[in-house]
């Protein structure tokens, strides 16, 4: 029974930085795609960042490319969500996600975290 838990989100001014944290039960970890998306209120879950099994490949949307950086311990079994120079449109729910297929939509991961919620105050 794989788990994903994230930690790490709170209260943080515009222009300041957050990591988000993602700690993974079971034993297949490492052969999972795993990714963040982000869920503001009155909006649907948006794709944030994804990374391949290997850690050597990741992608991200544009709204935080160049901003966010994606990463993978697959021996400590957690995945990273680095966020800086945040703005007040990056306030929502973030998720980590976990699935088999490279892919930016909901549907291609089945295992999800219960969300951890980031502010950021203008």
């Known amino acids: 029974q794989v788990q994903l838990v994230e930690s790490g989100g709170g209260l943080v001014r515009t222009g300041g930085s957050l990591r988000l944290s993602c700690a993974a039960s079971?034993?297949?970890?490492?052969?999972?795609?795993m990714a963040w998306f982000r869920q503001a209120p009155g909006k649907e879950r948006e794709f944030v960042a994804r990374?391949?099994?290997?850690?050597?490949?990741?992608y991200y949307t544009d709204p935080v490319n160049g901003r966010f950086t994606i990463s993978r311990d697959n021996v400590k079994k957690m995945v990273y969500l680095e966020m800086n120079s945040l703005k007040p449109e990056d306030t929502a729910v973030y998720y980590c996600?976990?699935?088999?297929?490279?892919?930016?939509?909901?549907?291609?991961?089945?295992?999800w975290g219960q969300g951890t919620q980031v502010i950021v105050s203008s």
């Open positions: 990374i391949d099994w290997s850690g050597g490949s990741a």
């Open positions: 996600a976990a699935g088999s297929v490279l892919g930016i939509l909901p549907a291609s991961y089945f295992l």
């Open positions: 079971g034993r297949t970890f490492s052969t999972y795609v």
